[in-house]
């Protein structure tokens, strides 16, 4: 029953409606997980265009994203990534998969929408998601980025060797759940104490999240609970 961030504003009645916590709480994660992609520097740059050019004047949400996405490398890109962020309800649910065994390191991702057990929604809905991942391999931890779209996409790691744990959402900068296989899900949580705070926590709600939309079972929740029941954040998260 959740609504999207932009919803047609065409009575008055409508602006009550319009303004709320996915207004701000989720437009404004949307919006660090954007920013995160840009860069700071290029944010700036955007906003400062946006700003100069609709002085004492009346802008939209597009002219926005437009002044964004002329900052961008590919602003036909951005503008549907943010788009799918902004226009549809819900949020991606990626699960997450390492291959190693027959060829380059890459990650195999599929996408739905996050939806918990006996949910009648349909789990359609597909977003161009903003994904960076850390990983860790022989020479240390590695951030890498990357736009995924579709309802299958594979991200070849820049390593030559199979890592030893993939976080799939480095930093907890990104808005979107996800869910590991069983050999994935053991290696990240056996990693747990190489990850920042933030990645915590974000690994601790993506283990609730999984476990509530079926994808993990109660054995491996309560591994996973037991295991991060001394992180003080991620403990709160799981509660």
């Keep these: 029953t959740t609504r999207r961030i932009r ?10 409606s319009a303004f709320d916590g996915i207004t701000y709480s989720k437009g404004g994660a949307v919006l660090a997980m954007f920013e995160r992609q840009l860069g700071a520097d290029k944010i700036r740059e955007g906003m400062r265009q946006y700003m ?27 503008r549907k ?20 065994d027959d060829g380059p390191p890459r990650l195999l991702i599929e996408q739905q929408r996050y939806l918990p057990v006996g949910s009648t929604v349909a789990a359609s809905g597909e977003w161009i998601v903003p994904l960076c991942v850390r990983y860790g391999d022989a020479d240390g931890l590695h951030t890498q980025c990357s736009l995924i779209s579709g309802r299958e996409a594979v991200l070849p790691l820049e390593t030559k060797t199979c890592p030893s744990f993939v976080m799939p959402n480095a930093d907890g900068g990104g808005y979107y759940r996800f869910s590991l296989d069983p050999k994935g899900q053991a290696a990240l949580q056996a990693n747990f104490d190489r990850l920042n705070e933030r990645e915590q926590r974000v690994f601790a709600d993506s283990i609730s999240a999984a476990y509530s939309a079926g994808t993990i079972d109660t054995a491996a929740f309560l591994r996973a609970a037991a295991s991060l029941s001394k992180a003080p954040l991620a403990s709160t998260a799981m509660a």
């Design 7 to 16: 919803e047609p504003v065409t009575t008055f009645t409508d602006i009550r």
């Design 52 to 78: 100069a050019k609709h002085a004492r004047g009346n802008a939209t949400s597009n002219d926005l994203i437009e002044a964004l996405a002329a900052v961008s490398k590919d602003p036909a890109e951005f």
């Design 81 to 100: 990534s943010f788009g799918s962020f902004l226009d549809q309800p819900g949020v991606p649910l990626l699960q997450v998969r390492t291959q190693c």
